[in-house]
């Protein structure tokens, strides 16, 4: 049974379109995350919720939103795709607060914008 | 702020032998953990080893120690016995404890020759 399951694994898309990353996790954690991990690799965070609520917003263009149902679901939502919006996706999730085991992440999405 | 530095963009060791993945941060948190993940080109993330700030020993996980320096503010991963399939970036990063925003360094590409 995976733990962080995030659909499609891949997304290839035209500029302009919308398109929505799903993720799902049953490890009971409260929180729940997005990170974009560019072409060199770098991760950054982009969205953080606690219990269906976001504590995280960090300055990523508001053509980003993300929905969570639920504390088992974060999904993004992106629209007016563009050129630059061309990444891998990861989904994580985390107990809240401290704790050895870190988060545990999706298998990410790869997105390409064409 | 969080700040996680890797110097090491690229790294090459021979097969069996040790490696020491470079990793300092810089934070005003008394309270901290800190965690090493491998990504192999597959694209996953993995889970591999974690210090908190008040640990007093080093931590280690099989082939797996972590060099916490905390006056230095330095988090070295050491692989002992390097095999091909440690080839893989490694990734660096920290999270608070008062909070639940994970940063990441850049990361370091480790190649592992036979």
């Known amino acids: 049974d995976t733990a962080v399951s995030q659909t499609p694994k891949y997304l290839v898309t035209q500029m302009g379109n919308d398109k929505s990353i799903k993720c799902e996790q049953n490890?009971?954690?409260?929180?729940m995350y997005w990170y974009k991990q560019d072409s060199k690799k770098f991760l950054k965070i982009m969205f953080s919720?606690?219990?269906?609520?976001?504590?995280i917003n960090e300055t990523v263009p508001n053509r980003f939103s993300p929905k969570s149902p639920d504390k088992a679901h974060l999904n993004l939502h992106i629209n007016s795709l563009e050129l630059g919006d061309s990444a891998v996706y990861f989904c994580?999730?985390?107990?809240?607060?401290?704790?050895?085991?870190?988060?545990?992440f999706g298998s990410g999405t790869r997105l390409t914008v064409v | 702020a969080q700040k996680i530095t890797q110097t090491q963009p690229g790294m090459f060791v021979q097969e069996k032998e040790a490696v020491t993945l470079d990793c300092t941060y810089d934070?005003?948190?008394?309270?901290?953990?800190l965690f090493w993940y491998k990504q192999p080109s597959s694209g996953e993330m993995i889970f591999l080893i974690y210090?908190?700030?008040?640990?007093?020993q080093n931590a280690t996980e099989g082939r797996y120690s972590l060099n916490f320096q905390k006056a230095r503010k330095s988090a070295n991963l050491v692989i002992s016995a390097s095999q091909l399939g440690d080839s893989a970036m490694y990734f660096c990063?920290?999270?608070?404890?008062?909070?639940?925003?994970?940063?990441f360094g850049a990361g370091t590409r480790l190649t592992v020759k036979p």
């Open positions: 919720y606690n219990n269906k609520e976001l504590i």
């Open positions: 490890l009971g954690h409260d929180t």
């Open positions: 990063a920290m999270r608070a404890v008062w909070n639940n925003d994970m940063r």
């Open positions: 210090q908190g700030s008040y640990d007093q």
């Open positions: 994580a999730s985390s107990l809240p607060r401290q704790g050895p085991s870190g988060y545990t």
């Open positions: 934070t005003s948190d008394p309270s901290y953990g």
